[in-house]
């Protein structure tokens, strides 16, 4: 069953409670880095099932996701009231050939997007995270919840990568 724009919300915030979101988006890139340490390539691209992605293509998705955050952000501070646009994220991920990316490359892709994020939300005054956009699935979003929502995104997929990588039990 698939998830409504609400519950998928909901699930990403709680993945974020009681955490620094600037703190979390800024440590992501590194703790990516170090669960790809050592791993084998055959590795990153396996998915875990035929549904699921492999690490690789959730890398690839980080990257894409915080370029698409990055327009996001910079529209609603220019415009403020301004519509977002939802993307299908699975045939974005088949359009671009997820599975092709060199995980490595992606992962420094998302960094070098997400260092410049993190400096476009460092300049924000205080009225400013009250801007928001219109997402056409989600409804009124924030810069603030904005932020909070690629923290929990982060954290989601972190978790997954983990557990793809987690050795085998003998």
């Not at 996001?72 to 403020?80: C, E, G, N, T």
């Not at 956009?133 to 972190?158: F, K, P, V, Y």
Request: proline residues 5%; without cysteine; positive net charge.
């Amino acid at each position: 069953m698939q998830e409504t724009a609400q519950q998928y919300t909901q699930r990403i915030l709680k993945n974020i409670d009681g955490k620094d979101p600037l703190k979390t988006q800024a440590a992501t890139a590194k703790a990516l880095s170090k669960l790809l340490k050592g791993a084998p390539a055959s590795k990153l691209r396996k998915r875990p099932a035929p549904e699921k992605w492999s690490v690789g293509e959730i890398l690839a998705h980080l990257a894409d996701a915080e370029i698409v955050v990055a327009w996001r952000l910079r529209a609603i501070l220019a415009a403020p009231g301004t519509p977002i646009q939802a993307y299908d994220q699975d045939a974005l991920a088949a359009a671009r050939n997820y599975a092709k990316h060199d995980p490595k490359k992606s992962l420094e892709h998302f960094r070098v997007v997400r260092e410049a994020n993190l400096a476009f939300y460092k300049s924000l005054s205080p009225e400013q995270w009250k801007h928001h956009g219109m997402h056409a699935e989600r409804g009124e979003e924030t810069l603030e919840r904005i932020l909070h929502m690629m923290a929990g995104h982060d954290i989601n997929h972190t978790q997954q990568i983990e557990q793809i990588l987690k050795p085998k039990k003998k």
